[in-house]
């Protein structure tokens, strides 16, 4: 199965601050139809996980665009720019690539 | 709109079987993979399973953990998604979702699955 290691496991930031998440794979997560189904979620607290980025890169629709995401192949981030208190939870990367469909062990962001 | 909804969690008995149902609206159900997760509390989401769209026969796939004891299908007419789940076990117990499309686009509020005696 793919590994998604994430890091840092926690991170504390004030409102304003611009953070970085690490998602990094075991394998390749580059398809052979020249897709890479790397996501970001986010799950705030007592709430389902929604989707913030898809394909790596791509913002969903009405997700704010201080989030983005890059990265190819096995190392990819998330950055949010400039924190907002909504933003605190869990995020987790999660691969659609290779079968079974992993999820990282997720980075939970606490607002100081 | 789009919304999920799932439903049919509960307290079951170890070797015990449980059926859990997503009711799809908003959008063309057919259109669209739809997928099971779930989610221990406390711990990461595990993917479980999935199942086509029309265009791609409505075939299934699933994760090896639970592949034979988990069934995936669907009620086109109805939009329903649906969790067969047999030989349950105490690990077994967690958050269950839906969700929509290889992105997760859209997941329900979930709902809760306790294997115990």
């Known amino acids: 199965d793919v590994v998604l290691t994430q890091t840092p496991p926690t991170l504390s930031a004030t409102i304003g601050q611009s953070v970085s998440i690490s998602c990094r794979s075991s394998?390749?997560?580059?398809?052979?139809?020249?897709?890479?189904?790397l996501h970001w979620l986010l799950q705030r607290p007592g709430q389902s996980p929604q989707l913030l980025i898809y394909l790596v890169s791509r913002l969903e629709s009405g997700v704010p665009n201080r989030f983005s995401g890059s990265g190819s192949g096995t190392d990819f981030t998330l950055k949010i720019s400039g924190v907002e208190a909504e933003d605190l939870g869990v995020y987790y990367c999660?691969?659609?690539?290779?079968?079974?469909?992993?999820f990282g062990s997720g980075t939970k962001l606490e607002i100081k | 709109e789009v919304k999920l909804l799932e439903s049919g969690g509960g307290l079951v008995q170890p070797g015990g079987s449980m059926r859990l149902s997503c009711a799809a609206s908003g959008f063309t159900f057919t259109d669209f993979y739809m997928y099971w997760i779930r989610q221990p509390a406390g711990k990461a989401p595990e993917w479980l399973g999935f199942?086509?769209?029309?265009?791609?026969?409505?075939?299934?796939e699933y994760n090896p953990s639970v592949k034979g004891r988990f069934t995936i299908s669907r009620d086109n007419t109805q939009n329903m998604l649906y969790l067969q789940m047999n030989t349950l076990r105490a690990e077994d117990t967690a958050t269950y979702y839906c969700?929509?499309?290889?992105?997760?686009?859209?997941w329900g509020q979930g709902v809760m699955v306790t294997v115990s005696s």
């Open positions: 199942i086509r769209n029309k265009a791609n026969g409505y075939t299934t």
């Open positions: 969700a929509r499309s290889r992105y997760f686009d859209y």
């Open positions: 394998q390749s997560l580059l398809h052979s139809n020249g897709n890479t189904y």
């Open positions: 999660v691969q659609g690539t290779h079968a079974p469909l992993t």
